[in-house]
């Protein structure tokens, strides 16, 4: 059984001041409509970028340490046994970062199972994810400035 304390199935992040441990347990669990993973952070690292979904609602909760959380309202310090709820859109814009001297660690809690687009605000990218177990389905970043007409590269159908 899955135990929140052991990070098993494991995912790195290992992006200078994105280095964090990932640990997939909706997947060790089989879930097919949640996400669920433990993500253990050390001193002077993020998560990930600042960010927000489109089709995701995510809560987080922190299990150890005191992480700091960056919203559309700025950065504050979590504390052990808080829970955040991050909803869709840019209102539940979100980053987490550790700006103490100790891991910290927290879980999260998504739903899942959906395609989703994921925009980051500060790097201009967007995101198509589609959350299937064992990193399955599409997932793929692009560059807003990259974006092009609805009908670039199309051509009208011929008759048969």
């Known amino acids: 059984m899955p ?7 494991l995912e790195l992040r ?6 964090a441990r990932r640990g997939r347990l909706g997947w060790a669990l089989g879930t097919e409509r949640l ?4 993500w253990e ?10 960010h927000f979904h489109l089709q995701e609602e995510e809560v ?16 504050r310090e ?10 869709t859109g840019p209102d539940g814009a979100h980053q987490v970062a550790n700006w103490s001297d100790e891991p910290a660690r927290f879980l999260s809690i998504s739903t899942s199972g959906e395609a989703d687009i994921c925009l980051y605000p500060e790097s201009g990218k967007v995101g198509a ?10 997932f793929t970043v692009f560059r807003l400035a990259d974006t092009v007409d609805y009908h670039a590269g199309e051509a009208p159908p011929t008759r048969p």
């Open 14 to 19: 290992e992006a200078p001041g994105f280095e």
């Open 35 to 38: 996400g669920l993973s433990v």
């Open 129 to 138: 994810f589609e959350r299937l177990p064992d990193r399955r389905g599409h």
């Open 78 to 87: 979590l504390e052990a046994g808080e829970a955040v709820r991050f909803g």
């Open 3 to 9: 135990n929140i304390n052991d990070l098993d199935p």
């Open 41 to 50: 952070i050390a001193p002077g690292q993020a998560a990930y970028p600042y």
């Open 60 to 75: 987080l909760v922190v299990v150890l340490g005191t992480p700091s959380l960056r919203t559309p309202a700025g950065w």
